[in-house]
């Protein structure tokens, strides 16, 4: 129930008031999200739309959120044979495509490191080794001697 004299917002599906910020932290009209059920059902719920936008479903309602920067993250690294769109953002963190390449993870400190692990140069290029391959990165040999410091 509203308090007296406290207009009420009303939020629809295009403007739920849902912001997932650069750092994956989940905003309602400006309020941080802190309940650990509530962020998992919603990181659980996240979905990248066709025309670039995000979707948060939960059963069967949905509504769009504002995504501010990668709407996922990477926590691991399954050196398996795949391909990945990686890149580093402008704060030198490390991101990758995701969800047929319509979303972006931000990788964990602890998921960069592990990756550093499979990193190498090879003739000027970064390398990274899979199990079954080699993938060559779109990235600069010096981030390589950077990760050894």
């Known amino acids: 129930m509203a308090e007296i004299g406290i207009p009420r917002k009303w939020h629809t599906r295009e ?11 989940w905003y309602h009209d400006g309020e941080r999200i802190t309940h650990p059920r509530i962020v998992e059902a919603f990181n659980a719920g996240l979905r990248p739309t066709d025309d ?8 069967n309602d949905w509504a769009y959120v504002t995504v501010e920067g990668p709407a996922y993250g990477v926590t691991g690294i399954d050196p ?17 495509l995701v969800k047929a390449g319509r979303a972006r993870a931000r990788f964990s400190r602890d998921a960069q490191f ?36």
């Open 80 to 96: 398996g044979p795949r391909s990945l769109g990686l890149r580093l953002d402008d704060e030198g963190v490390l991101n990758a």
């Open 114 to 149: 592990a990756l550093a692990q499979l990193l190498r140069d090879e003739g000027g290029k970064v390398v990274l080794l899979l199990a079954e391959d080699s993938l060559v990165l779109p990235l600069d040999p010096g981030v390589l001697a950077q990760s050894e410091e």
């Open 52 to 59: 670039g936008r995000f979707q948060l479903h939960i059963g």
């Open 15 to 25: 403007e739920s008031g849902l912001v997932l910020d650069r750092n994956l932290v």
